[in-house]
């Protein structure tokens, strides 16, 4: 249980937001574009307007290190400062306008890209250069999780970055200094914005994360609400909106229990959640007063939400007649902008030569000398083809996942004290983490695809008429009781799917996710938006619950297919014709990324084998999956572009 001793007054913050004045931290560059140098410049699109309220939202989420953008995508080309330019300007029209802006940020900053994962200790830079951003309301998401030294470094850096807005409702961490068990932040905070006087009472959640480092405590959600500080704060009848920010799947058992406590003592109160992890941009009506938003991932989406109709005064005692009414009926709009310099310079009503601000300037700079301390536009070689993750299917030439089965595990994976031990190598596809691109593979580019320090381990001697059913099982082809990880195993659609959504039609036995039109209040499936423009960009086209109109830039429809869980190499296997693999095979090593050990061990297990922890060994000791795609680029697409 959380200490309740952690839930004192103290804890709740009552301010009035105010702007902030941002000092230089570094030198000023002389380019009109904040843009990164090695970056593509803003391609032009058609644009939808952003639907400005009373109470507005920037939302960034699950942008694991890439706050330098995608330096091989123009749509998605915007850095952070230029995110920092972004903001102030629109901060600077909501002052004048009299309304407010606030920034949120859910979790997952970490792990995904070179400019995080490159330097020693991990975050070095991006520590620095994420908390040049002000936001109002900030949380964890699982990957700060995973290791100790992550964690603390969100104890010890993060949360004092951001004092008073960093929120922690269910998460305790053991004080390095101490060693006693902490609330990683405040539970939750209640502040009133600058220009409209609106009162808000502020969580911060995780979903229910198991597999995080033994030093944090994840409380489940149906646990947290139940406590005396929780109940006690959602009875306050002096708020106007609950804000409810979280590593969570908006439709998901977490959030829909909150929604349902706050629902029981506050039926008419208006609820905005703030979601992530699913790497989706999705909208959720919970009820006519009560909407979720998730955006995206890996700075590609900036999320933009209004509120618009909620109680409005100076003297909170009470409220005249028409702000009562109005806040009987607030309306709710979104928008997911395109995270570039086009998108920005058309909502802030800009260019090239007025957007970038002295401290947006300074942030893209420091970005770019991170950048080049860490080397990360070294090549390793040349990528002679597009590879996709989702948006070819596997198996096919194009697919990431085939040139990982057939050519470089069977050519990388070999322990020299069992190099001519048949083997069955195992690797789930949720360990390549986004595509690689026709041009220069770079030291950034093997982070971003391979970002884990994950290795391999082995069971030696496995039969093999059990260890050829390993990958249906874990892929789930066949009628089994092997329950998978809340994350999955599998490599991250960023379109929805499963349970909640539909997009695609079974009855055609095909995986690809085409448009079948909307499925349900709430799923964010990504579909074809109708245009009769064939000049249109490649990009997303969300259709949520609110309609097809979310996304900020046409774009013509990208097509995106399932992949499965894990791959298979079978190497060093015999090649005569005569063999009989099932009859004549008898064991092989079954190689793995540890990541995946203990469903291994299950799966094993439901196949009537009693493998433990004990019976594994490491396997090539010391090389990571990372390890083994850059010496691979190295060897075969040796050259420069």
Not at 16 to 40: D, F, H, K, N
Not at 479 to 494: N, S, V, Y
């Amino acid at each position: 249980m959380l200490p309740e001793a952690l839930f004192t007054s103290s804890n709740i913050n009552i301010m009035i937001l105010r702007s902030s004045v941002w000092p230089l931290v570094g030198l000023l560059t002389s380019r009109i574009y904040a843009i990164q140098p090695s970056a593509p410049g803003p391609v032009s699109a058609p644009l939808r307007e952003l639907p400005w309220g009373q109470l507005n939202f920037l939302h960034t989420t699950d942008t694991h290190g890439w706050h330098a953008g995608h330096l091989q995508e123009p749509s998605f080309a915007g850095d952070w400062g230029d995110y920092v330019s972004f903001a102030e300007h629109l901060h600077e029209r909501a002052d004048r306008e009299g309304v407010d802006l606030l920034l949120i940020d859910t979790g997952d900053r970490i792990e995904g890209n070179g400019l995080y994962d490159a330097s020693d200790p991990k975050g070095k830079y991006t520590r620095e250069i994420f908390k040049e951003q002000h936001i109002d309301v900030i949380c964890t998401g699982n990957h700060e999780l995973y290791h100790r030294p992550s964690s603390e470094n969100e104890f010890l850096s993060t949360v004092p970055n951001f004092h008073g807005n960093y929120l922690a409702s269910n998460l305790d961490i053991l004080d390095p200094e101490s060693g006693e068990r902490v609330a990683l932040a405040p539970r939750f905070k209640q502040f009133i914005t600058k220009n409209q006087g609106i009162r808000i009472l502020a969580f911060g959640f995780l979903y229910d994360f198991t597999g995080n480092a033994n030093n944090t405590f994840v409380e489940p959600v149906e646990k947290t609400i139940q406590q005396k500080w929780f109940l006690e704060a959602i009875h306050n009848r002096n708020i106007d909106l609950f804000l409810i920010a979280g590593h969570v799947l908006l439709d998901s058992p977490e959030y829909n229990a909150i929604f349902k406590a706050i629902r029981q003592v506050q039926w008419d109160t208006p609820i905005q959640f703030f979601g992530g992890h699913t790497h989706i941009r999705d909208y959720f009506q919970y009820d006519s007063k009560a909407f979720g938003i998730e955006s995206g991932r890996y700075m590609e989406t900036i999320g933009f939400m209004s509120i618009s109709g909620l109680p409005t005064h100076d003297d909170k005692s009470s409220l005249s007649n028409e702000a009562t009414m109005r806040a009987k009926n607030p309306t709710f709009s979104r928008r997911y902008i395109d995270n570039n310099l086009y998108s920005f310079h058309h909502h802030t009503s800009l260019n090239g030569t007025t957007f970038s601000t002295p401290h947006g300037l300074n942030v893209s700079t420091m970005i770019a000398s991170a950048r080049k301390s860490l080397k990360l536009d070294h090549g390793y070689g040349c990528a002679p083809s597009d590879l996709w993750t989702n948006r070819a299917p596997f198996p096919h030439e194009n697919s990431i996942f085939s040139w990982l089965q057939d050519e470089v595990l069977p050519s990388m994976i070999s322990d020299p004290a069992r190099k001519d031990i048949p083997r069955l190598v195992i690797v789930n596809t949720g360990g390549i983490r986004f595509d690689i691109f026709k041009g220069p593979f770079t030291k950034d580019t093997t982070y971003t695809v391979s970002p884990f320090t994950s290795e391999f381990r082995y069971i030696k001697d496995v039969p093999f008429a059990v260890a050829s059913k390993l990958k249906r099982i874990l892929n789930q082809e066949v009628p089994q009781i092997l329950d998978l990880p809340p994350e999955g195993l599998g490599a991250a659609m960023p379109v929805s799917e499963g349970s909640r959504v539909k997009a695609f039609d079974d009855s055609s036995n095909t995986d690809e996710y085409t448009a079948n039109g909307y499925h349900g209040a709430g799923g964010g499936a990504q579909v074809i938006l109708s245009s009769p423009n064939e000049n249109l960009t490649a990009g997303y086209t969300t259709h949520d619950a609110l309609g097809s109109d979310g996304d900020d830039t046409v774009h013509a429809p990208i097509k995106f297919y399932r992949v499965p869980n894990v791959i298979e190499s079978r190497i060093s296997f015999p090649t005569t014709s005569s063999l009989k693999e099932a009859d004549e095979l008898e064991t092989v090593d079954v190689v793995y990324i540890d990541f995946i050990e203990s469903y291994m061990l299950l799966a094993l297990k439901f196949l009537g084998q009693g493998y433990e922890e004990g019976d594994t060994e490491a396997y090539m000791e010391g090389v990571t999956l990372t390890e083994v795609l850059r010496r691979w680029v190295e060897g075969n697409w040796e050259g420069s572009c």
